[in-house]
């Protein structure tokens, strides 16, 4: 009896001791796995952006690619907020890292759009678009229009000592009016004073506007009032949208060419769907007068474009393409630079 009682103690001890293994040989593949997964690049075609940014870091030989979490997440229960690719090649990207996480107490936390970041005077300025779940009190008159409804939204600046943040924000509100709908901000600077351009969105006022607002020295907060550019309609290329007479203003970029003229390129609704247009100020400076080319610098169903310059010296513009969710992909395009304005090349890959 007592050899039996002893064996059966044996057996259940060796159970346990099974268990023990396995479990640790459970924790020590799931491990693996989770390194294996942070450890594993990106493919460009595998990542989902819209509005891509990218800020090439000459001092690292690092490219810094920004994006919404919800890009990739399409989930609102993650919460919003902003992440950082990382590529030595603009082919291979890291996985991403979240550079700002919108708290529960911000102003607006219904969605992020467009995230880019500059470095200037020698902090990283993260300039973004946040929309509150709060309707702003002028909603469309016409319901049979089927009129988008109109929410807080605005465009903000956020700070950090780092291109990978953390960055935080000046204070709990856009930098642009709390009365109007706004996004895609982004920075200009001229003859040493700092400026912000951005779109008056065409859901609030119908004909979108790109606008010019001046910024304080360290860009916490806007200087005065605004100063219309144009509006979207005085493009020929522009088409209104399916709610007429809506007319886009999206995703401003300003360029100075080898000559030293100063082109925006924005985008909106054309022939075949979204596009990017080029303007040039007749009188070199960012106020204009805006002089719109006649034809799209890229119009097939593609947008939201900036400019950068590869270390190999390539000038290259980025955009999304398709425009359709959940699509989109970042494109890669060699850029001309004719000294009057730019001209599209073949593609970078």
């Known amino acids: 009896?007592?050899?039996e009682l002893l064996r059966f103690r044996k057996l259940i001890l060796v159970y346990f001791l099974l268990q023990i293994i396995l479990f640790f040989l459970f924790v020590d593949v799931a491990f693996a796995q989770q390194i294996k997964t942070a450890n594993k690049t990106l493919k460009t075609e595998e990542i989902r952006v819209r509005d891509p940014f990218i800020f090439a870091d000459k001092s690292t030989q690092t490219y810094y690619l920004y994006a919404s979490v919800h890009n990739r997440t399409q989930d609102e229960s993650e919460g919003q907020g902003v992440e950082v690719y990382t590529s030595k090649d603009l082919q291979n990207w890291t996985q991403p890292k979240v550079v700002f996480k919108v708290p529960n107490d911000f102003w607006a936390t219904s969605a992020v759009w467009a995230p880019e970041v500059h470095f200037y005077k020698g902090k990283y300025y993260l300039f973004t678009t946040f929309t509150s779940n709060d309707t702003l009190s002028n909603q469309?008159?016409?319901?049979?229009?089927?009129?988008?409804?109109?929410y807080k939204r605005g465009s903000q600046i956020l700070v950090s000592d780092l291109p990978t943040g953390p960055f935080e924000p000046f204070c709990n509100k856009p930098h642009t009016r709390s009365d109007w709908m706004t996004l895609d901000?982004?920075?200009?600077?001229?003859?040493?004073?700092?400026y912000m351009v951005y779109c008056h969105e065409w859901v609030?006022?119908?004909?979108?506007?790109?606008?010019?607002?001046?910024?304080?020295?360290d860009l916490s907060e806007t200087i005065g009032d605004s100063q219309v550019l144009f509006?979207?309609?005085a493009a020929p290329w522009v088409k209104a949208v399916k709610y007429e007479p809506g007319y886009v203003t999206d995703g401003c970029f300003l360029y100075k060419t080898k000559t030293g003229n100063l082109l925006m390129i924005w985008s909106s609704?054309?022939?075949d769907g979204y596009a990017i247009g080029i303007a040039t100020s007749e009188s070199g400076s960012v106020k204009g007068p805006w002089k719109h080319q006649p034809k799209c610098l890229f119009g097939n169903n593609g947008g939201h474009g900036m400019i950068f310059t590869t270390f190999d010296g390539e000038l290259v513009i980025t955009l999304h393409q398709p425009?359709?969710?959940?699509?989109?992909?970042?494109?890669?395009?060699?850029?001309?630079?004719?000294?009057?304005?730019?001209?599209l090349g073949g593609k970078l890959f």
């Not at 049979?144 to 409804?149: I, N």
């Not at 609030?204 to 020295?217: H, P, S």
């Open 1 to 3: 009896m007592k050899i």
């Open 185 to 194: 901000g982004t920075l200009w600077v001229e003859d040493a004073h700092p």
């Open 269 to 271: 609704m054309g022939a």
């Open 231 to 233: 509006k979207a309609s």
């Open 323 to 343: 425009n359709s969710r959940p699509n989109e992909r970042m494109q890669l395009y060699k850029l001309i630079d004719t000294g009057d304005s730019l001209e």
């Open 140 to 150: 469309p008159e016409a319901p049979s229009l089927k009129w988008p409804r109109r």
């Open 204 to 217: 609030q006022i119908e004909n979108g506007t790109m606008d010019l607002v001046a910024l304080k020295e």
